[in-house]
């Protein structure tokens, strides 16, 4: 998988192994990004994954300086934290690390090893023009088509009072029209569970 324009603001902390393990959602559905919290002592990390056509209106690779453009405003926003989720103040929380990319799935790269096999039968029956073509073609329509691409973005912040971390909230639909709903995912001390955010009920109870 392509991972483009990726910045780091500071040492990135990992994210608890336990939150990592919940990572099994699928978050390439139109309209719904996915989340997953993790808080560990007083350190707060959040993943977040949203499909490129809920961010910048499009799926495939940007080739265009506006696509372009597009992209780079994009990654910006995320590199905003506070754009994408506020924090409870009564935690006392600062932001230690933010990343954000984006990320083209090319899930097609094991149709194209497969037409190794074409070239060798081309040259067999004198048809590699043909075959050739044939293979331009398909990897130009793969190109627009199969190609799902998603915006990553993790924060991790250290946090006073880490109980006060109660609920979070989601500025992020604010800034994306496209995005619908995120299915979240955490673990607290208190336990692990998941949840639906919605645009109407933007927050997240971490009770």
Same mark, same amino acid.
């Given at each position: 998988?392509?991972?483009?324009?990726?910045?780091?603001?500071?040492?990135?902390i990992a994210i608890p192994a336990h939150a990592q393990d919940t990572r099994q959602m699928d978050a390439h559905v139109h309209g719904v990004s996915a989340l997953q919290v993790a808080v560990e002592g007083g350190t707060l990390s959040l993943d977040l994954t949203s499909p490129g056509v809920d961010v910048v209106g499009f799926e495939y690779e940007a080739s265009?300086?506006?696509?372009?453009?597009?992209?780079?405003?994009?990654?910006?926003?995320f590199l905003t934290p506070g754009d994408i989720v506020a924090l409870p103040d009564a935690a006392g929380c600062r932001l230690s690390a933010a990343s954000a990319h984006l990320d083209l799935g090319d899930d097609h790269g094991d149709d194209h090893?497969?037409?190794d096999d074409h070239d060798?039968?081309?040259?067999? $029956?004198?048809?590699?023009?043909? $075959?050739?073509?044939?293979?331009?073609? $398909?990897?130009?329509h793969e190109g627009e088509a199969g190609t799902h691409s998603a915006f990553h973005a993790a924060y991790t912040y250290e946090c006073d009072a880490p109980d006060a971390l109660t609920s979070l909230s989601f500025p992020f639909f604010d800034q994306f029209a496209n995005a619908q709903e995120i299915e979240a995912e955490y673990v607290t001390a208190a336990g692990a569970g998941q949840a639906e955010i919605s645009r109407d009920v933007a927050q997240l109870d971490l009770n």
């Open positions: 998988m392509k991972k483009l324009a990726t910045v780091v603001l500071a040492s990135c265009t300086d506006a696509d372009k453009d597009a992209v780079a405003a994009a990654i910006g926003q090893d497969s037409h060798d039968h081309a040259e067999e $029956h004198d048809e590699h023009d043909d $075959h050739a073509e044939e293979h331009d073609d $398909h990897d130009d």
